[in-house]
């Protein structure tokens, strides 16, 4: 089934409701300004000929602020009290998480992750395996990370989370303009930022993001029902929607408008780290983790997708890596520049990166290049494709 024009007009126009008049005509400015720089640097390389692959479709997902130390050592008992960890019920928690090994430990935070993810895929960032990840922007939050994700490009330049429309082009709206993309890529994001750092109003990707609503023309009906039961929620960030609804989103667009890019950006994690609650921050892993496991799954049950689709999944910065300042993170915060990267789909061996430091900006060229196309050859200044991502015994 083809996306339905009138569900991207109504993404389109709800962006355009929700901007603020002066960030629309900075929009205008920024695309007169930057179209001719864009056919010198950034232009789509249409002339490759994309390699043939089995995958015909990338989920990309994002757990923002996730600590690689949760990821590969699953909960951190030091953590676990009221005044470093803002823990309620610590003998709950430690009874939902704590394991006496990190084997179950981690199994206990993120079982997906670890009887799937980890067993089918590629893993990287891993210290037990000599193995670093690390965003190479110097700022090491959101905006500047979710930059280095999506266009492979480390600008320093980029250096606020504020609703700027992104002057470079990301992976997504590179894609957008090949053969084969057009209006088949989406993107659910719980930041409202997202649609300014993909740049919907120029890209012509729908990016359906914060508190907007999810239900559209012709939609299936239980959009409209979770639609409500946001209205009468408390939005405790006034940025940032519960990553439930978020992953509903997505799901509803697997199973209706069947994208062939789908971007997913949860962000609870981030959220709960910065308010102190190691046990919120805990149980947003699992919940993620869980929603990651059900739009696989949903994926692999149909024909669209199944055995044929890869996932992307990381987080956008690190965070410190004390009983305080795990909280938070920032280029003055050690730690901050660590992250994780996993990849599974048929393209790539199962195992860890073992000895070798890979970095954020190689993810945008990855994508890519599972899809079959040489995104770093057509934007030089991008990380090259991931090592190891692509199987050569075929
Ligand atoms: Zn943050």
Redesign the pocket.
């Known amino acids: 089934m083809k996306p339905s024009s009138t569900w991207l007009g109504s993404q389109v126009t709800a962006v355009l409701r929700s901007s603020r008049r002066n960030i629309c005509l900075l929009t205008l400015t920024a695309v007169l300004l930057w179209t001719p720089a864009r056919g010198m640097s950034d232009e789509p390389d249409t002339n490759s000929n994309p390699v043939k692959r089995q995958t015909e479709n990338v989920l990309l997902v994002t757990i923002?602020?996730l600590r690689w130390q949760e990821v590969f050592g699953g909960a951190d008992e030091s953590y676990m009290d009221k005044e470093f960890g803002g823990v309620k019920d610590i003998d709950a928690l430690k009874q939902r998480f704590l394991r006496d090994t990190q084997h179950r430990r981690c199994n206990a935070l993120m079982p997906f992750f670890w009887s799937t993810i980890a067993k089918q895929g590629r893993v990287y960032g891993n210290p037990e395996h000599d193995s670093i990840a690390r965003v190479e922007n110097p700022h090491m939050?959101?905006y500047p990370g979710y930059n280095e994700i999506l266009t492979g490009i480390a600008d320093p330049s980029i250096d606020s989370n504020d609703k700027n429309p992104n002057p470079h082009v990301t992976v997504l709206e590179w894609l957008h303009q090949l053969p084969g993309f057009n209006n088949r890529i989406r993107a659910f994001c719980s930041w409202d930022v997202f649609p300014y750092i993909i740049n919907s109003e120029r890209s012509g990707i729908p990016v359906n993001a914060g508190w907007q609503p999810l239900a559209y023309d012709g939609g299936p009906t239980v959009l409209k029902a979770l639609d409500h039961t946001a209205d009468q929620l408390p939005h405790y960030w006034e940025n940032v929607r519960y990553d439930y609804f978020t992953f509903r989103g997505a799901l509803a667009c697997i199973e209706y408008e069947k994208p062939r890019v789908l971007y997913v950006a949860f962000g609870e994690t981030?959220?709960w780290?910065?308010a102190g609650r190691y046990d919120l921050y805990l149980d947003a892993a699992r919940r993620t983790d869980q929603y990651i496991a059900r739009l696989w799954k949903t994926m692999q049950k149909m024909p669209e997708y199944a055995g044929k689709t890869s996932l992307v999944l990381t987080t956008?910065?690190g965070?410190g890596d004390t009983r305080e300042d795990w909280k938070?993170?920032s280029d003055e915060i050690p730690g901050s520049q660590a992250i994780w990267i996993a990849v599974m789909g048929p393209e790539t061996p199962p195992g860890h990166s073992e000895s070798e430091t890979v970095t954020q900006s190689q993810i945008a060229a990855s994508i890519a290049s599972l899809l079959g196309h040489d995104y770093h050859a057509a934007v030089p200044r991008s990380g090259p494709p991931l090592p190891q991502l692509i199987r050569h015994d075929r």
């Open positions: 923002d602020g939050f959101s981030d959220d780290a910065h956008d910065h965070r938070s993170h």
